[in-house]
């Protein structure tokens, strides 16, 4: 069969085909030449999103809004000592095998501009390992800062993130939804803020009442380390304004007994308690962090209202198998 030369075609029938490649056909069909790459970029739209994995095997993922089957998956296996990772299995993936680790990125950085350059895409994720990129994180954020100021999810997984790191981040970008499974070392409660659609803390028992009522949230995961006191505080401070912007939240707790904290809520806020027969279903909001799903169904519990505008909320228990209070507010 004869050659085709795609490119000796006129440029509008040279971008539909390329349109309707697959991700991978394209990030291959851009690196044969400058001028394929360029094609790619001018056929590219606005189509695609960068995921960045900073772990203990660097990772990113190229993903099309047209469709979950439409990625391709890159690997840096710059820490050739862990046996595993959570692609190893997976043949599609495009590794990027070096041994010996500097903590510069180098490989890293480059694939990443190659890609926002030639797929015209944003910077949708951005989750560190906290242990992996304890030295370099700054420096790390202010490369990605240089392409875009605001991230859908931002994250940090696993070890403690220092409080220079943490109000770093929290000064210079904005975020959509911050999952942060790590613990926080958090030395001055006076400058700590956090201002999010969607916020998850996980894994640690570093919030405490004074950091929750310096974060406002429309979704919320917290695990907080709190006693009965002080969580009546909480509720409490709902009801006189904090937080307005909350529609839905779980909160973790182990400081004390969820069925002695329902039974003293009637003595302590004014409402109305629900029979536990009652089962009301509240509106699924949607979210990367999407831990509302098995969390949607209220049964029973107690209705309040927010004093200035008689906004309705319901405090039960989850009915799923975790220990965890549901705070839902009816808008």
Not at 34 to 42: E, F, G, I, L, P
Not at 68 to 88: C, D, G, K, L, Y
Not at 145 to 170: P, T
Not at 253 to 274: C, S
Request: include cysteine.
């Amino acid at each position: 069969m004869a050659p085709f030369f795609l490119l000796r075609l006129p440029l509008l029938p040279v971008l539909e085909v390329v349109k309707h490649m697959k991700t991978k056909e394209m990030y291959n069909f851009s690196r044969c030449s400058k001028k394929c790459q360029q094609t790619v970029r001018n056929a590219a739209g606005n189509h695609f999103e960068l995921r960045l994995y900073f772990w203990t095997e660097n990772e990113m993922i190229l993903k099309s809004k047209k469709g979950i089957e439409n990625t391709i998956h890159f690997s840096f296996e710059n820490f050739p000592v862990i046996a595993w990772s959570w692609t190893r299995s997976d043949n599609s993936v495009r590794r990027f095998p070096y041994k010996k680790y500097s903590g510069l990125y180098i490989k890293e950085k480059e694939l990443i501009k190659y890609l926002v350059e030639t797929f015209n895409c944003i910077i949708g994720e951005l989750r560190f390992h906290c242990d992996a990129t304890q030295n370099v994180f700054q420096p790390l954020l202010n490369f990605f800062l240089q392409s875009q100021f605001e991230f859908h999810l931002v994250a940090f997984d696993e070890g403690i993130v220092n409080d220079e790191d943490f109000k770093y981040l929290m000064d210079n970008c904005k975020m959509k939804e911050l999952d942060l499974l790590c613990s926080v070392a958090v030395l001055s409660i006076e400058d700590f803020k956090i201002d999010v659609f969607c916020l998850r803390t996980l894994y640690s028992d570093w919030v405490t009442q004074n950091h929750l009522l310096k974060m406002t949230f429309e979704l919320g995961y917290i695990q907080i380390n709190c006693n009965m006191k002080k969580w009546m505080e909480i509720v409490k401070a709902w009801m006189n304004g904090w937080n307005k912007r909350m529609k839905f939240a779980l909160f973790e707790t182990t400081r004390f007994d969820l069925d002695l904290a329902d039974q003293i809520i009637e003595n302590v806020i004014p409402g109305k308690r629900i029979d536990k027969e009652v089962i009301r279903q509240y509106p699924m909001i949607s979210s990367d962090l999407n831990f509302t799903r098995h969390s949607s169904v209220l049964r029973g519990g107690y209705d309040f209202q927010r004093k200035e505008d008689g906004v309705l909320a319901t405090i039960t228990q989850d009915s799923g198998p975790q220990k965890r209070y549901v705070f839902a507010v009816w808008q």
